[in-house]
């Protein structure tokens, strides 16, 4: 296992498209959290699981946005009807356990034209 | 709403020189963590605190917690052109993740 994959690491899509990314997870991690960032700037969180439960959604998460984990294991964010604002890095963690440092993967960087 | 204010948020030095970067909060983490981000790619984990006062060495970086685990520092010793980058604080406090706002780091040759 060589860390967090994220899937696909650009993307390119026009204004009212949908969009999933992928995430998969190192596996004996049960928790996995989701990420927005804008250049130079600092994550912002969006979503986590432990193991398949979504346990909390931040309020940046709007209704065109949605997050899965079907078994617990790897997870995709998609986003539909993209707007520019979308225009990002989503970046991807996982983790074994609160305190144990968190593994980010590559990201998925979202232009929308 | 949990807020860390890193600071500075911008700093160019010149190799040699030392340099602090600052994480401060009102609010307790449980844990608070560095991470160094190059462009393109995901932050990379530096290091994990978690004791009060706590104090961390990696190799020419010093790390410190402070005692009521409200903010942390973290100190480079002789900065090297590879030092370049964005560091980021984050701290944990139950399942809620906040990172600061970021430092982007240049070390100029």
């Known amino acids: 296992d060589t860390g967090v994959s994220q899937d696909p690491r650009h993307k390119i899509t026009k204004r009212g498209q949908n969009v999933t990314f992928r995430c998969d997870p190192i596996?004996?991690?049960?928790?996995l959290y989701w990420y927005r960032q804008t250049l130079g700037q600092g994550p912002e969180f969006l979503t986590y699981?432990?193991?398949?439960?979504?346990?909390?959604k931040s309020r940046l998460l709007s209704d065109r946005f949605s997050a899965e984990r079907p078994k617990g294991s790897f997870s995709t964010l998609e986003i539909q009807r993209t707007e520019q604002g979308d225009s990002a890095m989503y970046l991807c963690?996982?983790?074994?356990?609160?305190?144990?440092?968190?593994?980010f993967g590559s990201g998925t960087r979202l232009t929308v034209v | 709403t949990q807020l860390l204010e890193q600071s500075p948020q911008f700093l160019s030095i010149q190799e040699g020189e030392n340099l602090t970067v600052y994480c401060n909060s009102s609010?307790?983490?449980?844990?608070l963590q560095w991470y160094r981000q190059e462009p393109g790619e995901g932050p990379v984990l530096l290091v994990t605190?978690?004791?009060?006062?706590e104090v961390k060495k990696l190799k020419r970086l010093t790390f410190q917690f402070g005692d009521a685990r409200k903010d942390s520092s973290l100190h480079i010793t002789a900065a090297q052109p590879g030092d370049t980058g964005l560091y980021l604080c984050?701290?944990?406090?139950?399942?809620?993740?906040?990172f600061g706002e970021g430092t982007q780091l240049t070390v100029n040759p």
């Open positions: 963690a996982s983790s074994f356990a609160i305190n144990y440092g968190y593994t």
């Open positions: 984050l701290g944990t406090s139950g399942s809620r993740l906040t």
């Open positions: 699981f432990q193991n398949e439960a979504q346990l909390e």
């Open positions: 609010s307790v983490f449980s844990s």
């Open positions: 605190v978690v004791t009060g006062g």
């Open positions: 596996s004996e991690h049960n928790r």
